[in-house]
């Protein structure tokens, strides 16, 4: 079955940038027909989706953290990556890595597989 | 952003019991609406998409409905594996925004 996995480090100085890879197994994808998206979640808080990535390379992001953010793949390792820059402690958070089925350019039928996640903190 | 209000924040119940979680979207949405399960420590679970359909493995107690911008999320009796967070999603428009969850705890 297809799995994500989330790797980087746990922890990241304030100023820095933020470098998360989602690794997928069980599926290319460079075969087209998803989305593959960040999300995170800050410590006892709710769900906030950063942006997504198809595999021709194009994205979408979350106006709030566009200036921030950039989503790239990598279809020969199979993997797709995360850099969020200039980060402070409010970037502190679970960051997960979801898949979402392609729907006239939406993920209108939700994410329908998800990585373990991966808590980064930023802390100097 | 679209808003989504989730009601109750949390909710009280027993196994065997009925459960209704309403989401309300500040804005039409069509039926573009998904529901997750997230379990302590855990990566949230879809559990229906398109307001109403049951997400593959999903059991039969979980059902979905949608009455213009109210969407509600029932299950019908409640097992000892359902106790968790549940939040939904509005997937109609960008940026996807999220509710800030309902906890159904053990009574």
């Known amino acids: 079955q297809v799995q994500l996995q989330e790797s980087g480090p746990g922890l990241v100085k304030p100023s820095q940038t933020l470098s998360l890879t989602c690794t997928v197994s069980g599926a290319s994808i460079s075969s087209g027909g998803y989305y593959w998206s960040w999300i995170r979640q800050h410590p006892g808080k709710g769900l906030e989706w950063i942006g997504y990535?198809?595999?021709?390379?194009?994205?979408y992001y979350n106006p709030s953290l566009k200036s921030r953010v950039t989503i790239s793949v990598d279809t020969s390792k199979n993997q797709f990556s995360l850099k969020l820059s200039s980060v402070t402690a409010a970037d502190t958070a679970v960051y997960y890595c979801a898949r979402c089925p392609r729907s006239g350019g939406t993920c209108k039928y939700g994410m329908d597989v998800w990585g373990q996640g991966t808590t980064v903190t930023v802390s100097s | 952003d679209i808003q989504m209000t989730q009601s109750p924040s949390s909710v009280s119940a027993s196994v065997g019991d009925r459960v209704t979680i309403t989401c309300r979207a500040s804005q039409g949405i069509s039926s573009w609406l998904a529901w997750y399960q997230q379990k302590p420590g855990k990566a949230p679970k879809l559990l229906i998409y398109a307001a109403s359909s049951l997400q593959s493995g999903v059991p039969s107690r979980f059902s979905g409905s949608e009455s213009g911008t109210d969407f509600t999320l029932t299950i019908s009796s409640l097992q000892p594996e359902d106790f968790a967070t549940y939040y939904c999603?509005?997937?109609?428009?960008?940026?996807?925004?999220f509710g800030q969850g309902t906890k159904v705890e053990i009574k």
């Open positions: 999603q509005q997937a109609n428009s960008f940026p996807y925004t």
């Open positions: 990535i198809y595999y021709s390379g194009s994205t």
